[in-house]
Structures are given as structure tokens and as C-alpha cells.
């Protein structure tokens, strides 16, 4: 059973405006939470994180928003630009878990439209 | 920089036959773990290392070995290969369990089995 969930497979949004990624989660004990960019014959590239203890993390254009009591995480990316046409999978780890293992969502493939 | 590498970036196999994917990574990391990305399905863990000779199962772990043998390298072995194992192959490292817990990925290997 998958512990992190992406509901949406797929989001167009045109070039400027804001791109918005959800996900989910069911696992209590997760501590951290990523998310990871992907381009197509490419290895997933890292691209932002957050800590449970925050609710929000900010890094240029991108913004992480938690929201522990929802087991809910967002993705903002203001203002989308087309080399942001990727696939993007959120990830989340446990504390409990030494080793840092990842577990994964099955990714929502964005495309920037002009 | 972080550097994961993978022997092949493609990979045309028969059933029944054995294969190798070879990862190799040059920031000394103890972490190495290997995925399969499935669309629909993200990325779900087969092994992990954590220290050389030493590795785990993750999720998904039949059909497939590991080995270990030198911490830089971290090998794949699908024992016999059959069609379901058609997938990308994505090797991953990363230093021992710290937050926020980021993989390095490596380019991937598309292997199909026919």
C-alpha cells in the first residue's frame, strides 16, 4: 500500500502562472519530506525539502507547504517557466528509519505551456 | 558535484537471461539503493546498502540480488530475467541517514526484456 500519494498524474498550466502539486501522505511518522524533479532520460534531481516541524519552506521560485494535521504537502512554483516540464515525485522518510530511505509517490508530470 | 553513474543507459535482454546493472558513485557515500520506476507507480525501492556486503530489501525485492563488494559500486543482478521486468532502473546514494535524507540518482537504464 502506498504511503505517499500523488492523486494527480498529470497538470498543464501556461508559462507565468502558478503551478500547484499535492500530495499526501499516510504514514504518521514521517519527519522529512522532498521533492524531486525529473526530466525524461534523466536521473530524479533534487529540488526542495521540509522538515515536520515547519509548515513552510521557500527556495526562489519554489514554496513547500505542510500541513501535518491534513497529511498534506503542496508544491507552488510562481511563475512557472517551460524548462519546468518535467515529472515531479514527493518523497518522504522517517525518523525511525536510520538507513534514509525514501519512499515515494508515483508523480505528476507538469507541462508549461506558452 | 555528486556523480552516480550506471554502466548502460539502454538495455535489450531475452528471458530467461541474467543480467548486471552496474552503479558506481565517487562521493563516498555508505547509502546505495536501487529503484524501478513503473508510470503509475513512481519509484519503488528493490535493495539498499547501507556499508559494503551488507544490504536490505526494500519493497520490491523478487526476482532481483545485489551485491556489494567495494563501497563505491553497488550491482543490480536480475537472476533470469522475464518480461515483467521490463522497466527504468534508477541507482541511488547518499550519506548515512541525516535530514533531510537526499538521493543522488544516477541517469537510469531502460532494460526491456523480450
Known amino acids: 500500500d502506498q504511503q505517499v500519494k500523488q492523486n494527480s498524474p498529470s497538470l498543464s498550466v501556461q508559462e507565468g502562472r502558478i503551478s500547484i502539486l499535492n500530495c499526501d501522505y499516510t504514514n504518521s511518522m514521517f519527519d522529512y519530506f522532498l521533492w524531486y524533479k525529473k526530466y525524461p532520460a534523466e536521473g530524479p534531481t533534487f529540488l526542495i525539502s521540509i522538515s515536520s516541524i515547519k509548515d513552510k519552506n521557500e527556495d526562489g521560485r519554489f514554496t513547500v507547504f505542510l500541513n501535518k494535521s491534513a497529511k498534506h504537502l503542496s508544491l507552488h512554483i510562481v511563475p512557472s517557466q517551460p524548462g519546468d516540464s518535467a515529472v515531479y515525485f514527493c518523497a518522504a522518510s522517517g525518523n525511525s528509519d536510520s538507513w534514509g530511505k525514501l519512499q515515494f509517490g508515483a508523480g505528476t508530470q507538469v507541462v508549461v505551456t506558452p | 558535484d555528486v556523480k552516480v553513474t550506471q554502466s548502460s543507459r539502454y538495455l535489450v535482454k531475452r528471458t530467461g537471461e541474467k543480467v548486471f546493472l552496474e552503479c558506481v558513485q565517487d562521493?563516498?557515500?555508505?547509502?546505495m539503493f536501487w529503484y524501478r520506476q513503473d508510470p503509475g507507480l513512481g519509484l519503488r525501492l528493490i535493495y539498499f546498502s547501507y556499508d559494503v556486503k551488507m544490504k536490505e530489501k526494500g519493497d520490491i525485492p523478487e526476482g532481483y540480488s545485489v551485491s556489494r563488494e567495494k563501497k563505491e559500486r553497488f550491482s543490480l543482478i536480475l537472476e533470469s530475467a522475464s518480461t515483467n521486468q521490463t522497466s527504468m532502473y534508477l541507482c541511488?546514494?547518499?550519506?548515512?541517514?541525516?535530514?533531510?535524507?537526499?538521493?543522488?540518482f544516477g541517469p537510469g537504464t531502460r532494460l526491456t526484456v523480450t
Open positions: 541511488a546514494s547518499s550519506p548515512p541517514g541525516t535530514p533531510p535524507y537526499e538521493q543522488y
Open positions: 562521493m563516498d557515500h555508505e547509502n
